[in-house]
């Protein structure tokens, strides 16, 4: 097994390279860009952490690193740790899987990577900050599963809020449903949910949870509410400095006026809001076959809880992802929304693999089984998701954009963005 372990990663490296070949367009979205001219030298406004720290990096190093090329380069080299830790998540996770399960780690690793390594390759989220919040969350299962130096999910949540405050919603559901969760394993078959009060691991986890939610619930109302008091001050240079980086010297116009100057876009984005009425459901009717795999896995864990305290175990882990909601209701990027529902489950379903929960793994290769001898050809389910990749920003995929704008063309459901 540790030879056919080493054998995968191998492929799977091979696999990522070919992906980011087909993906890699040699450019970036300005609004990636821009964010490089959010620092903490205009105060602690919201999003400023990625680029305070290339600011660092441009003092200590001898270059000018506000051009496009230099943001290119740094991009490029954050889009490797990702990798390097995306590898190391789902590798060690499938090295700590009990044996009868690594054939269906493997195939949740695949499907994962066909849809994480073009998202951040591709031009629209090259540099995107959702890639350093899902880091930040990804570390954080990564030490739970472990089981070691667990407090750090802390800090980390609050690195992620402070990257991009949106990470509350897309990729901190991860974090605190593994927290929940170990607070509930550490009791698990009982029926009162009082008794999670008493133990001392359950009340530590509890802490934990406790902890990260009041962390970066406190710094989302200072970003969102405060941060852009003072931005008419500095708004001009940071548009410069902005400037010198953008593809084409373009900036996101945007960008900076919500999270500087603290305008409303939400008129704006009504056109962007009609296209996701129409784009959405039409993805999910190409994702059925997915969804439906999806459905009978929960029915089927759920039935193997038995306890009152393994059902709500359960419950939550299924019920994480809705952290996404507030973003689906009031903002437009669907395309990063349906990524963060595919990490959340692909991240909290090999993290349990690997913390070998005797539900999941056994519910993960009855599904795999079932699929296997049901359907001979069941296995086209790893390559189908290729047809709708890259994951984008606004749009959801390319595929998806091209019939629906071909819908709005004859039906003019709104006006066209590009």
Known sequence: ???????????????????????????????????????????????????????????????????????????????????????????????????????????FIILYFIAAIPMFSSEYNLGRLDMYCLMCSMLSVLLMVYGKAEWLAVPLSAIGVMFHQGHVFMYMGMVLAMQLYKA???VKGQEDLRVIFSNKTSRKYLGMFLATMLTVSALFIWFEGFSHIDGEKFADQLIDTACSMGPDADYHIEVVEHEILGVDLSA??????????????????????????????????????????????????????LTILPDMILKVDYGRWIFSIISYYAVVLLALLAMRD???????????????????????LLIYPLLFQPLMHISICPLTERIVNILNVHLHIWIPWQ
């Open 184 to 186: 509930l394993d550490a």
């Open 358 to 380: 005797t539900a999941v793994t056994e519910v993960s290769r009855q599904t795999v089984d079932r699929l296997r001898s049901k359907y001979p050809y069941a296995v086209l």
């Open 268 to 321: 704006k984005e009504w056109e962007y809001r009609k296209q996701n009425l129409v784009e959405f459901p039409l993805y999910c009717l190409f994702m059925l076959p997915y969804i439906l795999i999806a459905i009978r896995f929960a029915r089927d864990l759920l039935r193997l809880a038995k306890a009152k305290i393994d059902k709500w175990k359960y419950i939550i882990v299924l019920a994480g992802t």
């Open 1 to 107: 097994m540790k030879i056919k372990d080493n054998k995968f990663t191998w492929a799977m490296i091979l696999f990522t390279f070919v992906l980011f070949w087909n993906n890699f367009a040699g450019t970036t979205s300005n609004i990636n860009t821009t964010m490089l001219a959010f620092h903490y030298g205009y105060g602690f406004i919201s999003r400023g952490l990625l680029g305070t720290i290339y600011g660092v990096l441009n003092r200590i190093l001898p270059w000018d690193l506000y051009t496009f090329g230099w943001a290119m380069l740094f991009f490029e080299g954050c889009f490797l740790v990702f990798v390097v830790l995306l590898f190391l998540f789902c590798m060690k996770c499938l090295r700590m899987s009990d044996e009868k399960v690594k054939q269906s780690a493997r195939y």
